[in-house]
């Protein structure tokens, strides 16, 4: 795997601009004001930083301005998407 500077360099940064402000809705909340790229697949199990098919828009440590998660934190390095908590027990799953 690739140290963290294929996360750092000029050209990294600029495309993850350009990604962002295509759109800053977080795939994981909903909410705008998205402000880092969560890797999908995280490339720590295979995913690769440098694919935009592997980004989605997220809040980072930033957090959100509307429900103040620090959505792609609770996702960490798993591959879906995190339960989050909320007043009220939305998930309808298993």
């Known amino acids: 795997?690739?140290?963290?500077?294929?996360?750092?360099?000029y050209s990294y940064r600029k495309a993850r601009a350009r990604?962002?402000?295509?759109?800053d809705i977080c795939h994981l909340c909903g909410h705008?004001?998205?402000?880092?790229?969560d890797h999908?697949?995280?490339v720590s199990k295979g995913g690769r930083a440098d694919?935009?098919?592997?980004w989605a828009p997220a809040h980072g440590i930033n957090r959100c301005p509307t429900c103040g998660r620090n959505c792609n934190g609770e996702k960490g390095s798993?591959?879906?998407?995190?339960?989050?908590?909320?007043?009220?027990?939305?998930?309808a799953g298993p």
């Open 1 to 9: 795997m690739a140290g963290r500077e294929d996360l750092t360099s």
């Open 19 to 23: 990604f962002l402000a295509e759109s």
């Open 32 to 37: 705008a004001q998205a402000d880092v790229i």
């Open 40 to 42: 999908v697949q995280p």
């Open 51 to 54: 694919d935009p098919d592997n």
């Open 78 to 91: 798993s591959t879906g998407a995190p339960r989050l908590l909320t007043s009220r027990d939305w998930y």
